[in-house]
Every structure is written in C-alpha cells, then in structure tokens.
Antibody
C-alpha cells in the first residue's frame, strides 16, 4: 500500500529555516516524480516543487532560490529545505507522488500534510 | 509559466443539478489536465486525468472534456457527497500549476 507521511512542520520565525520530510512506503521515491504542494489557510492549492526520477528539480517562482527539494534513496524519503521564510510561506505542505509510467502524470497519492507557520 | 484559470470561483447548486466547471490554460497543454476534489481538512483526491479519463473509484457522474486551452468538469447529477472544492492542474510543463479552485456550495 502506498503511503506518504510528512513530518517536521512547526512554528518558525520570519527569516528562519525549516526542513520538512516525507517518508514513503509501498513504492520507491527515486523511480517516481515527486512534488510538494502547499495550501495557505483558507486558500487554494499551490504547486511548490518537483523532483523527477532522473533527479532534475523544478520550483515555483515564489520559492525559487529559497527552497530546495531533495531525496534520500536509502531512506526512501523526500525533503523540502525551506530558507528565508516569510509569513507568505505559512501553509499546510503536502508531499505527493505523480502516477508512475513516465514523466508528466497527475498526482495519484498525497500525504496528510504538515503545517508550517511562519510568525514572530 | 502556464497559468490556469478556473470559473466560477464559487457555485451554488442543489442536489440533482447538472454542474459545469471551466478551466482555461494560458497556452496549449494538449490533454495533460487533471481534476481533483478536496474536502475541508483533507488532501485532494484525483478524479480525472488526461482531461477525460475517469480514475478508478471516481463516480461515473463525473466527466471531463476539452483539449488545448479549454476544459470542463461536469457533474451530471449533484449528490450530497459532491459539495467540495474542485481544482484543475496542468502537467504538460514542469511547473505543475493549479487553477485557483471552484467551491461547490449547497444552494
């Protein structure tokens, strides 16, 4: 059974950093395209970042240069390192898997989300 | 980046109504479009992929159509379980942009 479990969210001050994790089971992170999607309180879904099976990374303009997506193949875990955080980054962050069988697929599995709150 | 625009933002409807939501892309995305349903406090659920392919487990009252830049999600007969927010997402480009969402409310 495919499962995605995020962790590492919490309260951080503006300008601070945080790394959130997504432990995967039931499939191999490194052979799939993986995404981070966030949702600010009361707002819509915002795509944040993607890592391909080949290791290429992509970012939304709103986080480019501040966030870094990565994976640990030995731990089957996806990460999002977030630096220079602002209050605009406050959101639930979802880890998501794109459907297998090649690049360019919809998201078929989502984690439960982890809340990141940026506040002084 | 390809921008996705959904309309309407909010839709009030009654059980049994036929409901249509529109999603427009700022440039052609062929048929690389998905529709998701999200309920409060829950992760989204994939309903339709490749513009019109109904996902396993999604009720047959949901259908999708369109290609290029204009797409629609139709619910043929709205059920109580369908009151939720719906999002389109393009996966044609490496920036997997979502539409801003359409909230389907009880009239």
């Amino acid at each position: 059974e495919v499962q995605l479990v995020e962790s590492g969210g919490g309260l951080v001050q503006p300008g601070g950093s945080l790394r959130i994790s997504c432990a995967a089971s039931g499939f191999t992170v490194s052979t799939n395209y993986m995404d981070w999607v966030r949702q600010a309180p009361g707002k819509g879904l915002e795509w944040v970042s993607m890592i391909t099976s080949g290791g290429s990374t992509y970012y939304a303009d709103s986080v480019k240069g501040r966030f870094t997506i990565s994976r640990d193949n030995s731990q089957n875990t996806l990460y999002l390192q977030m630096n220079s955080l602002t209050t605009e980054d406050t959101a639930v962050y979802y880890c998501a898997r794109e459907a297998p069988h090649g690049g360019g697929q919809p998201i078929d599995y989502w984690g439960q989300g982890t809340l990141v709150t940026v506040s002084s | 980046d390809i921008q996705m625009t959904q309309s309407p933002s909010t839709l009030s409807a009654s059980v049994g109504d036929r409901v249509t939501i529109t999603c427009r892309a700022s440039q052609s995305i062929s048929s690389w479009l998905a529709w998701y349903q999200q309920k409060p406090g829950k992760a989204p659920k994939l309903l339709i992929s490749k513009a019109s392919r109904l996902e396993s487990g999604a009720p047959s009252r949901f259908s999708g159509s369109g290609s290029g830049t204009e797409f629609t999600l139709t619910i043929s007969s709205l059920q109580p379980d369908d009151f939720a927010t719906y999002y389109c997402q393009q996966y044609n480009s490496n920036s997997r942009m979502f539409g801003q969402g359409t909230k389907v409310e009880i009239k």
